[in-house]
C-alpha cells in the first residue's frame, strides 16, 4: 500500500492566554491519501481549521504546536527551517481561506496576486526579464481560466472588489493551484454563498481535483457539503477526532452521537413539516475540558460508563468513533 500523501500522529496546538491554555488540537491522528479527497467536519471551534494551519505552519503566538508528528510526501514538516517551510507553503500545500474578500489583497490586482505566487515558486520561469513576464502572464490567464473566470487575459488588470463573491472564491481557488500544489486545503470555501454558487465551487474543486491529480482536504461544518465530494470524512468534537471513515459509512450509517446529531440537524424534504432537532448544550471550555467523554454532557445515549476518557473504536472495517458504545446494542 502506498504511503499517504499526509500524516498527522498525535498533534497538539494549544494556545496560552491569560485566562489559561486553550487546548483546540488535542491528539488528532489524520492521513490524507494521495489524489482523494478528505471531508473534515465539525461546528465552529471544534479545532478543523487550527488542525491544518498547524500542518501549513501558520500558527502564531500566542499559539503553538506542542507535540505530535507532521509528515508530508516523506518529509518531517516540524524539522525544517522557516525558508524551507515558506518553500513547501504554496508550491507543494496550498490553503484557501473562508473569506475571499478579506483572504484577497484589495490594492494589488488579480494579475498581481498571482504573479506573487509564480514568482516565489515556480522554479521553471525563464530567468529572462521580458520571457519571464510573459510566462507568468500566460500562467496566470491559464489559471483564471482553468477556475472558470471569462475574458481571462482582460480581468488580470481588476482588483478584488470588482468581482462576486462567486467569482473572488474562484480567483482564490486559482491563486493558490498557480504551482499546481499536491495538496490544496479549502478552509470553509463555500461560507457566504449562495447555494447555486456552492455547487459551483464543490464542483470547480472535485473537476480540478480530477484533472490535476491532487488530493484535497475540505473543511466544512456541513455534513451536507461533503456527501457529494469527499471520499472519506473525518468528524472532530472539542478538539478531538470522534468519527472517521469512507463518506458512504459515516453518512450511511453513523456510529458517534454527535456525528448522528449533526446528521439529524440537517433539514430534507421527507421530513417536511417536521422540526428540525437541534444538538442541546454547549461545547466544554477547551481551558478546562471534562476528565470524561467530551461529548457527554450533551450526548442522549450517555451511560456511567461514559465518563471516562474514551479512546477510537472500530465500528466496522475502516470505520472508527470515539465512543464506548460503538458495536454495543444502546
Known amino acids: 500500500m502506498n504511503a499517504p500523501l499526509l500524516s498527522v500522529k498525535d498533534l497538539r496546538t494549544v494556545f496560552d492566554t491569560r485566562a489559561g491554555r486553550v487546548c483546540a488540537v488535542d491528539g488528532v491522528n489524520v492521513e490524507v491519501r494521495r489524489g482523494e479527497c478528505l471531508g473534515v467536519v465539525g461546528e465552529s471551534g471544534s479545532g478543523k481549521s487550527v488542525t491544518f494551519s498547524s500542518v501549513m505552519g501558520l500558527v502564531r503566538s500566542p499559539g503553538r504546536i506542542d507535540g505530535g508528528e507532521i509528515t508530508f510526501d516523506g ?3 516540524r524539522k525544517l527551517s522557516a525558508s524551507e517551510m515558506r518553500a513547501v507553503r504554496g508550491r507543494d500545500i496550498a490553503m484557501t481561506m473562508q473569506d475571499a474578500l478579506t483572504a484577497l ?3 494589488l490586482t488579480v494579475g498581481e496576486q498571482i504573479a506573487e505566487v509564480l514568482e516565489a515558486h515556480d522554479e521553471t520561469l525563464p530567468t529572462g526579464r521580458g520571457a519571464r513576464q510573459r510566462a507568468i502572464r500566460e500562467r496566470s490567464v491559464e489559471m483564471l481560466s482553468l477556475v472558470g473566470i471569462p475574458s481571462a487575459a482582460s480581468r488580470l488588470s481588476q482588483y478584488p472588489h470588482e468581482f ?9 481557488i486559482a491563486i493558490a493551484l498557480a504551482c499546481r500544489p499536491k495538496l490544496l486545503i479549502a478552509d470553509e470555501p463555500t461560507t457566504a454563498l449562495d447555494v447555486t454558487i456552492q455547487a459551483q465551487v464543490l464542483e470547480l474543486i472535485s473537476d480540478i481535483r480530477a484533472k490535476l491529480g491532487m488530493s484535497v482536504v475540505l473543511i466544512t461544518h456541513d455534513l451536507g457539503v461533503v456527501s457529494g465530494h469527499c471520499d472519506r470524512v473525518m ?4 478538539g478531538q477526532v470522534v468519527e472517521e471513515g469512507l463518506t458512504r459509512d459515516v453518512i450511511g450509517n453513523p456510529a458517534h452521537p454527535y456525528t448522528k446529531g449533526l446528521l439529524g440537524s440537517i433539514p430534507r424534504l421527507a421530513l417536511r413539516g417536521q422540526p428540525i432537532k437541534p444538538i442541546e448544550g454547549q461545547v466544554p471550555d477547551l481551558i478546562d475540558l471534562p476528565p470524561q467523554c ?3 454532557s450533551r450526548c442522549t445515549l450517555r451511560k456511567d460508563v461514559c465518563k471516562s476518557l474514551v479512546s477510537m473504536h472500530e465500528a466496522a472495517p475502516g470505520h472508527r468513533a470515539r465512543c464506548v458504545l460503538v458495536g454495543k446494542d444502546s
Not at 164 to 172: E, F, V
Open 164 to 172: 462576486s463573491g462567486g467569482m473572488r472564491q474562484r480567483i482564490m
Open 294 to 296: 467530551r461529548f457527554f
Open 235 to 238: 468528524v472532530m468534537y472539542a
Open 105 to 107: 489583497n484589495p490594492a
Open 75 to 77: 518529509r518531517d514538516l
